[in-house]
């Protein structure tokens, strides 16, 4: 059951987080017949929105709550389909929540924080030898966007970066499952001289506005109000400015470059080198072959549904579409494949609605090719070969094509051994071992981005 969404969640894993309130990340672990399992909550800015939990440990991602309560200091969260429960008091002083978890027969005690409970070996190391700075900035819906700069203390930086997540709500630690990538890719930047500005995505963290409805094109103009900010800052001296982009931040960042002519290099970072929708295939088939018994029915739905997606630009006519696909499917699937969604007719409106979106459907409409054939300046691609979100093969030799047909002369693709989707070493490309794995970003990959910025 978990198999028919790990695509989507790979692709656009979300978070948010918020000191001294009640919502954002929150960490914590069971402890039974001497196993553990590990859990993360997502607790909602708005109120009204979903929270969401992850059981890394028994491969569960995303898993829609059906109970949200927040009074006063008191929480209460419940899944129907899964028999859990979790209540408890948020204390303001230590930001923890002191809870009892109940799932099934099991009850426990248990502590809510906003560290992981797995081992993390990649920090940032005290006193840093750089400046950091919080700031703000605006794009041209007048949109406030709260974020860092990082610079090095000797005024003197020639070359500065703006980092773009991925896919989903990201803080400007761009946190996943525990770990932040992007404040250690700007901390060894930074390190090297080059400023980093990073930010949080709109209407997460300290970035006002809303996340939903938005669109790839959207959250370009934000980049844009980064770069107006960092064409304006006087603390360090800037030469030249390029982007930084991860998964669909790399659809963003060709798209920004191919549109202005002040970004002089761009690093893409697992990032599609096609057509979403040709890449999202190629990613598909990767995902459910490790489900062999029902490979050819989940493939077949799956392949029918982001064509749709792809060529339909009427909302209504896609949806109806989409509905008799996911109707037939649903009622194929075995009892437990969909009571962890509340029953057939709420599995089939959730997958409409995430289907139908704005974003989404933008987003399988969208071909990078059309905006990297326009670039002329220096690009780096790299992905790993653990990567099933973006399988390195298929995407940086689609990004190698569409430049070297269009006569770019100043770009480099390098395919990483043993690196997962989110730039970490790793022998697999599961998922749920991104929580448990203690590396949050390449030492190589790190090295090797510094060392091409530095030499441009």
Known sequence: MIRILLLVIITFYFQNAFSQEPTGKWYFKTHSNGSEKHYILDLPKQKESSAYLDLPSDKIFRLELDSIIFQDQEIYLAHKGMNLAITGIYTHNTDQIHAVLKRDTFQDSIILSRNPAAERIQT???????????????NSDHTKLTGTITYPIENNSQKA???????????????????KPFKILADHLTRKGITVLRYDDRGYAKSEGKFRPATTEDYADDVIGAINFLKKYDKVSIGSI??????????IAPMVAANRKDIEFIVLLAAPGTSNYESYLVSLDLLLKDYPETYDRDFELYKSVYK??????KKEILKDSLTSKFRRYANVLDEEEVSMYGGIDSFVNGQIEAHTSEWYHYYLQ???TKYLEQLKIPILALNGDRDISVEADFNLNGI???????????????KLRDVNHFFQSSEDDKIENVYFNKETFSKEALGLIAEWIQTL
């Open 400 to 414: 190698e094509r569409t430049l070297n047909r269009s006569g770019n002369k100043s770009f480099k693709t390098i």
């Open 308 to 313: 749709d997606m792809s060529e339909i630009s």
């Open 161 to 179: 970066v703006i980092l773009i997540s991925g896919s989903g709500p990201q803080n400007r630690d761009s946190e996943i499952l525990g770990h």
């Open 366 to 368: 969208f071909d990078v």
């Open 242 to 251: 390029g982007l930084i982009g991860h998964s669909e931040g790399g659809n």
């Open 124 to 138: 940032i190391k005290k006193p840093i030898p750089y400046r950091s700075e919080e700031i703000s900035f605006y």
